[in-house]
């Protein structure tokens, strides 16, 4: 006696049900990896940014900690009114040079690595701290009177800000400009605040003990 065996197999309904329950798991994991990789990069930015900030501090406090007292000339052959520079103080407003850079500080620094004046160089050299566009840039001398032609390195420290400002705490207020005078080269501390697209506002403070002669 022949048995017939009924076929068994997905009826187009159950076939289209896992197609679609197969739909949502792989875009739910697509979805799981890109949310994954976006935090990824974005803690990888944010980790890089936070490094390059305590590079920028750093070096901004190192110079802080070694001013001097010395004058400088300019390209014009001009000497400088003061040894440290800042702000507001060009008639309530910020200088502005010929190429639209605003100047926030100028300084002289002695921390030039020379140990035992073993090279043919000062230690001396003249920074400058500018906002170019969006950007705060450590900007660097090598020596003190500068022609036109005196060559320079410059160095990004903070990028895509805005509502860039900077005060000076001259004895127990603070000030928005300032300019070295007899028995004060520079003041007890500076503050920079500026809006950075990562971290919001931000405060920079730098606490200057004293400057060298």
């Given amino acids: 006696m022949n048995k017939r065996h009924a076929q068994k197999g997905l ?28 935090s990824d990069g974005q803690l990888t930015r944010a980790t890089q940014t936070a490094a390059e900030f305590q590079v920028a501090r750093s070096l901004i406090k190192a110079d802080m900690a070694q001013l001097s007292g010395r004058l400088t000339r300019n390209d014009l052959g001009q000497r400088t009114p003061a040894a440290m520079r800042g702000g507001n103080f060009q008639f309530g407003d910020p200088l502005i040079n010929d190429e639209g850079e605003v100047l926030l500080v ?15 160089q000062s230690s001396l050299q003249y920074i400058e701290y500018l906002l170019v566009e969006d950007k705060i840039i450590r900007r660097v001398w090598p020596f003190l009177d500068r022609l036109d032609e005196t060559p320079f390195t410059e160095q990004v420290l903070f990028n895509s800000v805005t509502d860039v400002s900077i005060s000076f705490l001259d004895g127990p207020r603070w000030r928005d400009q300032w300019q070295s005078r007899v028995g004060a080269i520079a003041p007890r501390a ?11 506002p931000v405060r920079q403070l730098f606490f200057i003990r004293g400057a060298s002669a």
Avoid at 27 to 32: D, G, W
Wanted: aromatic share 10%.
């Fill in 11 to 38: 009826t187009l309904v159950e076939m289209l049900v896992a197609l679609s329950v197969f739909s949502v798991i792989a875009t739910s994991c697509l979805v799981i990896m890109r949310l994954g990789l976006d």
């Fill in 106 to 120: 100028a300084l002289v620094s002695n921390g030039r690595f020379n140990p035992n004046h073993i090279y043919p």
């Fill in 190 to 200: 500076v503050e920079l605040n500026f809006e950075h697209p990562v971290f919001g």
